[in-house]
């Protein structure tokens, strides 16, 4: 049986698994309003997220619901090929416009070549929380702004906390805005320049988009994290994703370097390189 994926060929997987998924899922990120038990919380009582973070999903390689399949290099055989995931996208679609589609399409045929992971390029939202890698909050109090590091490409953002200050250009991480909705904290994120991509997949944005984040605690090694997607220019409306995302446990967990620049420079500039000329 198929899944309408809303975009070409649906993806070959038990539709009847998809479904026990999603009440899983529903079951998951339906929890009440009230404090969760056990929430770590700061000295003015607000959650404490201060720690180091990661998302244990396949979103990274696509944020809907996909079968495994061969990977782009042949000759690694299982070492880099696509494992099967469910999707964390509300509906499992998301509501492209039909030139926006096929742009997607496209993507996903060129993505050895024109993803921008491949070329170490920050991540971008909501790409960043999801990656593979994990990513470390740090938090003073609940005035003040919230920093947010991740391991890929060492890339970073502020949450500026209850600030009305407006973005002097667009970046690739956008400009984030937090307050605090009870135990959740709210992060509104605008300002992008349209070029980060959700995924491998090909799924993609523009520089119209609005993210709106939710961090909500529910124990004090998970946080339930939703997010709004919204950009006019590419969608027939808002969509949404959830995924719970959990406390690293080690001992000594810590982000390390991965600067992958240097891992891309031939990929990107080898053709530039000047050649010798024949005789030399």
């Known amino acids: 049986m198929n899944i309408w994926r809303g975009r070409g060929p649906a993806a070959t997987i038990g539709a009847a698994a998809a479904a026990i998924a999603a009440i899983a899922v529903a ?17 003015d009582g607000k959650p404490n997220l201060n720690g180091i973070w990661q998302v244990n999903n396949t979103a990274n390689w696509d944020v809907l619901t996909h079968k495994a399949r061969q990977g782009p290099v042949m000759a690694l055989g299982a070492a880099f090929s696509v494992p099967g995931g469910l999707g964390v996208v509300e509906g499992d679609a998301i509501p492209y416009k039909p030139e926006a589609l096929a742009k997607q399409k496209q993507n996903a045929a060129q993505w050895l070549t024109a993803d921008p992971e491949i070329k170490c390029y920050m991540p971008g ?25 991740y391991e890929f490409a060492s890339a970073s953002r502020i949450i500026r906390m209850n600030s009305k200050a407006e973005s002097p250009t667009d970046t690739w991480m956008g400009w984030s805005r937090g307050r605090w909705d009870g135990d959740t904290l709210v992060v509104d994120v605008t300002s992008f320049n349209g070029q980060s991509w959700f995924d491998r997949a090909g799924n993609f944005q523009s520089e119209t988009l609005h993210v709106v984040e939710r961090f909500t605690p529910t124990g004090p090694d998970m946080l339930r994290y939703e997010v709004t997607i919204e950009d006019p220019q590419l969608y027939t409306r808002p969509w949404k994703m959830s995924m719970p995302i959990y406390r690293r446990m080690e001992q000594n967990a810590q982000l390390v370097e ?21 005789g030399q």
Do not use: N, W
């Not at 079951?27 to 000295?43: H, I, N, W, Y």
């Not at 620049?261 to 024949?278: A, C, I, W």
């Open 27 to 43: 079951a998951t990120f339906t929890t009440a309003q009230s404090p969760a038990a056990g929430v770590r919380r700061m000295a």
């Open 125 to 149: 939202l909501p790409r960043a929380t999801y990656m593979p890698y994990p990513f470390q909050i740090v938090q003073a109090g609940a005035a003040t702004d919230i920093l947010v590091t």
């Open 258 to 278: 991965y600067k992958c620049v240097e891992f891309v420079e031939e990929l990107m500039y080898g053709h530039l390189v000047k050649k010798p000329t024949s």
